[in-house]
C-alpha cells in the first residue's frame, strides 16, 4: 500500500480537537520536512462546526455528519476526540470493521472497554494510538512500549491529574482548605463545574489501568485498582506531613511485589527531597523504574489543546509511517500472551501510613492506641503530639514503618472504636525510603 | 525481507558492550513476548574476551576478529560500543557499506563525524541507531524525534554529563572546592583518570551537537559550538549563587532565537525553584521546550552499563522491527533539506549575568566598576558586597539583567584593568525569570 499521503479525520471539535487540527494545519511543512510525508487533515465532525475556534479551516472540511469520516474511503486515520463512552466507542468500533487505524484521547473508554476495542483493532489488522490518553503531551505511552523495551518494570508513580495537582499544590503553599481551593480551581477553569472524576481519582485511575497494562503485559483491569481521591485531605494533614519532612501528592502506583501487581490511586506522603514531590501546580509527571535503565522520569503539561494535540498528532505520524511504508500493526493490543501476574487487592499490600487520631486530650490515650498498633505488628518510627486542643480532642500523629493494610485496617476499626477518640481515624499511605 | 529473527553483533565488549549483551541474553524472551521477534546476540568481538564481566555468554559468540562481524552475511546489526573515533568510524562505514544496520553510543563519533556516517548510512539505504549516546537510558532521542515531532522546539537545557553534575552537587552540599571534589569523584570512579573530556564540557558538547541537530534540523555542527567547563567554578560562586537563589549547574543549552541557533555549554545558574535545578549527583536530566507540548523534562541515569545497554537494546528492537516488517529506513540522516538557521556566536547571545569581582576595599570601588558597566547598557539587578577581606581585596558580586554578552566581554575587560581590581573577574550566565 505504497502511498505519499495519509488523510485524516477528525471526531470532535472540541479543546482537543482544535490543538490536533491546529498542529495539522499549521504544521503540515514541518512534518513534510521531518518525515517526508503529506499528512492531510481531511475532515473534521463535530455538532458544532460554526464557533470560532480561534483559526481558520480550510472550506469543506466541516461537517456534522460523522459518516462523512467513518465511511469515508479516503480517510486512512480516524482521530476520535468526543470523550465519554458512548458514542464514541460505537464510532471506534465502526472505524476499525472498517480497517481504519484509530487515535483517541479517550482514557476512560480505553480503560474501561480497551480490551474489546485492541481485539478489534487487532482483528483487523489496524492499529490504536492513545498517546494523548495519558499525560498529555508527555511522550510517555511511547516511553514505556519503546524507549524502555528493554526493562522489566519494577514501579510506576505517577502524577497524572492536573486538576488534583493544582489543589493540593494550592493547599501546601497557601495552607488552605480543600473546599476553597476547589472553588476557586473551578473559577479559573482548572476543575470542571461537576469535579468528581478528577478529585474522587478516577481520571488518575483510568489512566493508571492503561499505564499499568502496557507494564505488565495485563488486560486493562480497572475494575481490580483500587481508588481514593483527595477530599478528605485537610490543611491540617498537609501541614502535619510538612513536619515530618513530606509532601502529599495524588499517586497512581502500580508495582510487581511478591509476583503480583499492584495497582492502587491514592493521596500519598511522598518525601520532600523527591523530584516528583516537587512537580507543581496542574503539571504532570510519570515515575518509571526499570530493572535496567534505573529511575527515569517524564515531566509535562497533562492536558490542554495544544500539549495534548501534540500527543495526538505524534500518533498520527507513527500510523502514517507504517501506512507509508507498508508495515502492519506491531503491537497486538497490549497484552502479551503470558499472564502470570494476579492483580493484588489492596488489604494485601504493605506501606508505611501516617494516622491522625482525633484523641482525648486525657492521660494514657497514647498508651491505649500504641498498644492497639502494637497487637497488630503496626511499628511506630515517630509521633508528633501538639497538645493544641481543637474542639477538646488533640490530633495526635503518628508514622508508622511498613505494615500490612490489612492489619492497619483492623486496628484503626479498634481505635476509632475508643471512647477516647472522637471522630474517625484519618489514615495516609506514605512512600518512600523507610524502615 | 520478512524473516522472524534479527541477528545482532556487537563490537567491544566493555562496561557498556557488557550490560547491551547481558539485557539481549537475560531478556530474549521478554523481547519476543512484547514485539514477536527474536533477536540473537551472534557475535561480541573484543580484544580480550577473557575476563569475567560476571554473567555467562554461550560458546561461540565471543571473538577477536571485527571481521566476524562486519563481514558475517549473517548479521543484520552492527552494535558499535568501543567507543573513540578511530577504529570506531572504519567499522561503522564498513558495516554501513556492507548494508548492515548500526547502533552506536559513540557521541565522540557521531558529534565530529556524524554528517559523513549518516550520509553513508542513507546512500546505503539503512538505518543508525544512537539513543544511548545522550543521557543514557533517558529515551530522549526517541521523545525529541518521535513523541514531540510535532512540535517546534523552541529551547532545550540539559544536564548530561553525571560527572559534572556530581562534582557541582558535592561542591554545592559539603561547600568543599573543585579540586577536592574532582579526585573524590576519581577516587570513587565518578571520573575518569583524566577527566578532560567530562570537566572541560567537551563530552557535554558532543551530545549537546546531537541534540541541536535533531532539534533544529541542521547538520551536526560541533565545531560551531561555544562551550566552558566547570574548573573555574569556586564553592564560593556557588554560595554567592545560593544567595541569590541559584543553583550552578552545567548546561547544554541550544534555543532559536531571532531566526538563529544558539549552541552553548557553561556553568549556568538556574533559580532554585526550577525542577531541573533539583537534577543532583550523576543523574542527567533534559528540559525540551516545544511550542505545542510547551514544557516538557525528561530525567534518569546518564551512564552505567545496564541503563546505557536499555537504550542500546530499544534501538536494536526499534531497527528489528524495521527489517522484519520491511521497512526502509525512514529517517534521512538527521537535517532536512531546508537549512535556514544560522548558529549564532557566543558573543552574540544576551543572557543575564553574574560577576564577581575581586576588588580592593577602597571608597569609590563600586561606582568606578558600576560605571563602565553603565556605559556598556548593562543594567544591575541586585549587588553583595560583604565586606569580608580575603587577601586585601573583598568580593563584590552583582547580578545583571539581560545584557549582550559582547558588551560584558568589554566591560569586564575594561574593569579588569583597573588598578583596584586585583583578579580576572568570575561571571557566569544565569538563566531564568530575569527582568
Redesign the interface.
Known amino acids: 500500500m505504497k502511498k505519499d499521503s495519509v488523510k485524516v479525520g477528525i471526531i470532535g471539535f472540541g479543546t482537543v480537537g482544535s490543538?490536533t487540527a491546529r498542529?495539522l494545519l499549521e504544521?503540515g511543512g514541518?512534518?513534510k520536512?521531518?518525515?517526508?510525508l503529506n499528512i492531510v487533515l481531511h475532515k473534521i465532525a463535530d455538532l458544532d462546526i460554526t464557533r470560532d475556534r480561534g483559526f481558520k479551516v480550510p472550506d469543506g472540511i466541516l461537517t456534522t455528519n460523522v459518516s462523512d469520516i467513518i465511511e469515508n474511503d479516503d480517510i486512512d486515520i480516524v482521530v476520535e476526540l468526543i470523550g465519554g463512552i458512548n458514542p464514541a466507542k460505537g464510532f471506534i468500533l465502526k472505524a476499525l470493521q472498517r480497517r481504519k487505524h484509530v487515535v483517541t484521547a479517550n482514557k476512560a473508554l480505553l480503560a474501561t472497554e480497551g480490551n474489546e476495542l485492541f481485539q478489534s483493532a487487532s482483528d483487523n489488522k489496524v492499529d490504536i494510538g492513545f498517546?494523548a490518553s495519558v499525560a498529555?503531551?508527555?511522550?510517555i505511552i511511547?516511553?514505556l512500549r519503546?524507549?524502555?523495551?528493554?526493562?522489566?518494570i519494577t514501579a510506576i508513580y505517577g502524577i497524572i491529574n492536573g486538576t488534583c495537582n493544582y489543589i493540593l499544590t494550592k493547599m501546601t503553599d497557601e495552607k488552605a482548605e480543600f473546599a476553597d481551593v476547589l472553588k476557586e480551581a473551578q473559577r479559573l477553569g482548572y476543575a470542571e463545574a461537576d469535579p468528581t472524576f478528577d478529585i474522587e481519582g478516577i481520571d488518575t485511575a483510568h489512566k493508571l489501568t492503561i499505564l499499568s497494562s502496557l507494564a505488565y503485559?495485563i488486560p486493562l483491569s480497572f475494575n481490580e485498582l483500587y481508588k481514593e481521591g483527595i477530599t478528605k485531605i485537610t490543611s491540617q494533614d498537609i501541614e502535619f506531613a510538612s513536619e515530618f519532612g513530606y509532601k502529599i501528592k495524588l499517586l497512581a502506583i502500580t508495582k510487581l511485589s511478591e509476583g503480583e501487581i499492584e495497582m492502587r490511586v491514592h493521596p500519598t506522603m511522598i518525601p520532600n527531597n523527591y523530584?516528583i514531590s516537587?512537580?507543581d501546580g496542574v503539571?504532570n509527571a510519570v515515575y518509571i523504574e526499570?530493572?535496567?535503565?534505573?529511575?527515569?522520569?517524564?515531566?509535562?503539561?497533562g492536558a490542554?489543546d495544544?500539549?495534548t494535540?501534540?500527543?495526538v498528532?505524534?500518533d498520527i505520524?507513527?500510523i502514517s509511517?507504517m501506512l507509508v511504508?507498508?508495515?502492519?500493526s506491531?503491537y497486538?493490543g497490549n497484552q502479551?500472551?503470558?499472564q502470570p501476574y494476579k492483580i493484588k487487592k489492596i488489604e494485601d499490600i504493605e506501606s508505611m501510613y501516617y494516622f491522625r487520631f482525633s484523641a482525648m486530650d486525657k492521660p494514657g490515650v497514647l498508651s491505649k492506641i500504641s498498644g492497639i498498633l502494637g497487637n497488630y505488628n503496626i511499628s511506630i518510627a515517630s509521633v508528633i503530639q501538639k497538645g493544641r486542643r481543637i474542639g477538646g480532642s488533640v490530633p495526635l500523629v503518628i508514622l508508622t514503618h511498613t505494615a500490612k493494610e490489612r492489619d492497619v485496617l483492623n486496628a484503626l476499626r479498634e481505635i476509632d472504636e475508643l471512647p477516647v477518640v472522637s471522630e474517625k481515624t484519618m489514615f495516609i499511605r506514605v512512600e518512600g525510603k523507610g524502615e
Open positions: 490543538g498542529i504544521k514541518l512534518l520536512e521531518r518525515t517526508g498517546e498529555g503531551g508527555i511522550p511511547k516511553a519503546e524507549g524502555l523495551i528493554a526493562n522489566s503485559g523530584l516537587k512537580v503539571f526499570g530493572d535496567s535503565v534505573g529511575a527515569t522520569m517524564y515531566y509535562g503539561k490542554g495544544m500539549p494535540g501534540s500527543a498528532v505524534a505520524v507513527d509511517k511504508h507498508g508495515k502492519v506491531e497486538k502479551t500472551e503470558r
